[in-house]
């Protein structure tokens, strides 16, 4: 058995990410997936592995850290993978990186924000969909990131985000948030013609079309499951307590 363990969720981007380098670099590891609704990421044995109790998380041996992009980097480190994915050695390139995902740090925040309030809160709590201006509003911020990494791209002249052959740590990040919005249908790359581009190179990757089609999978379990296994007890429970929830 691999000494590393990644804890992961299989509807988490950010832990599709790191499982999707592993597999990328043939980098042996085993999963263990968190139970984030049971709150498993709060327990204290969690919290020794990452202090700010979220996934993805590694045990590499004694080595416990959070972040996918720290994470990423460390995995490529620590086995020595020396490619233009995330080439550690060369200081200024590493600079580049860091700045490339300080430009569009942005992508985190608005993905989440987007998965909490057009699937996540509607479908948990009966909540109704942001629909007009509000909806808008929500998704102004991802479309602020695409006009970033639109520019980026014409700019660069490069197929991928901050190489032109090999796609590196950031396009596999910001990848892994993007396809969790595009496969729901909330957000669509109609303005972004270089992005819609890059998406579709970085789609044909190996380990990025499989994480891909493994969370479309649990995405499609976790949408019956809020859409008629919830509803159905939130509705049974309601009648036997006599009282209507809001979107009942
Ligand atoms: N910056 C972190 C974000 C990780 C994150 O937000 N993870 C979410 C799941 S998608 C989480 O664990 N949430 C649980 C919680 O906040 O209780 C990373 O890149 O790893």
Redesign the pocket.
């Known amino acids: 058995m691999s000494d590393l363990t990644i804890y992961h969720?299989p509807i988490?981007?950010?832990?599709a990410?790191v499982v999707a380098v592993a597999n990328h670099f043939n980098i042996e590891h085993t999963e263990y997936r968190?139970d984030?609704a049971m709150?498993v990421?709060?327990e204290e044995w969690f919290l020794r592995i990452n202090p700010?109790?979220?996934?993805?998380a590694i045990k590499d041996g004694d080595h416990c850290m959070?972040?996918?992009?720290e994470?990423c980097k460390y995995l490529v480190e620590s086995r020595e993978i020396d490619t233009a994915f995330f080439p550690y050695k060369d200081e200024q390139k590493v600079q580049e990186i860091d700045d490339l995902k300080e430009k569009i740090k942005n992508l985190?925040p608005a993905t989440?924000e987007i998965a909490k309030a057009f699937w996540v809160e509607p479908w948990m709590t009966g909540s109704p969909f942001p629909a007009g201006e509000v909806g808008d509003r929500i998704k102004q911020d991802i479309y602020d990131v695409h006009d970033i990494m639109e520019a980026h791209l014409v700019d660069n002249g490069t197929k991928f985000l901050h190489d032109d052959k090999e796609a590196g740590i950031i396009d596999f990040?910001a990848f892994n948030l993007i396809f969790s919005l595009v496969d729901k249908n909330f957000v669509e790359f109609d303005r972004w013609p270089k992005l819609q581009k890059w998406f579709d190179d970085c789609a044909q990757i190996q380990a990025l079309d499989n994480i891909r089609t493994r969370s479309w999978r649990w995405f499609k379990f976790f949408d019956i499951l809020f859409k008629t296994v919830y509803p159905t007890i939130r509705c049974l429970s309601c009648r036997t307590l006599g009282v209507t929830l809001p979107g009942q």
């Open positions: 969720h988490s981007p950010f832990a990410t968190i984030l709150g990421q709060k700010a109790g979220k996934i993805p959070g972040d996918s992009i994470i985190e989440l990040w």
